[in-house]
């Protein structure tokens, strides 16, 4: 059974930072594309940020320069560095890993920004 399980949402001041992690089981996770998505009320889910099974990086541009994505292959986990933490990026972060057909999703973790 595939299980990712998000970890490190909370609340956090305006430039604060936060580290999500995804631990993902029951894949070959080094064969993964990884992402994180968001969701914010009233709005679609959006990529923030993913990263190949190569390494290679995509970022949102409201992001870029504040967030970092990482992968450890060997823990299976996926990192989501945030800094410098802004009032829009309040939402529910999602982790996805997909392979081809395969695409499965986290059940969330809430980041809310507010002084």
């Known amino acids: 059974q595939v299980q990712l399980v998000e970890s490190g949402g909370g609340l956090v001041q305006p430039g604060g930072s936060l580290r999500l992690s995804c631990a993902g089981s029951?894949?070959?996770?080094?064969?993964?594309?990884m992402g994180w998505y968001r969701q914010a009320p009233g709005n679609e889910r959006e990529l923030v940020a993913s990263i190949t099974a190569g390494g290679g990086t995509n970022y949102a541009g409201s992001v870029k320069g504040r967030f970092t994505i990482s992968r450890d292959n060997l823990r299976g986990t996926v990192y989501l560095q945030m800094n410098s933490l802004k009032l829009e990026d309040t939402a529910v972060y999602y982790c996805?890993?997909?392979?081809?057909?395969?695409?499965?999703w986290g059940q969330g973790t809430q980041v809310t920004v507010s002084s």
């Open positions: 996805n890993a997909r392979n081809g057909k395969n695409d499965y």
């Open positions: 029951g894949i070959i996770f080094g064969l993964y594309a």
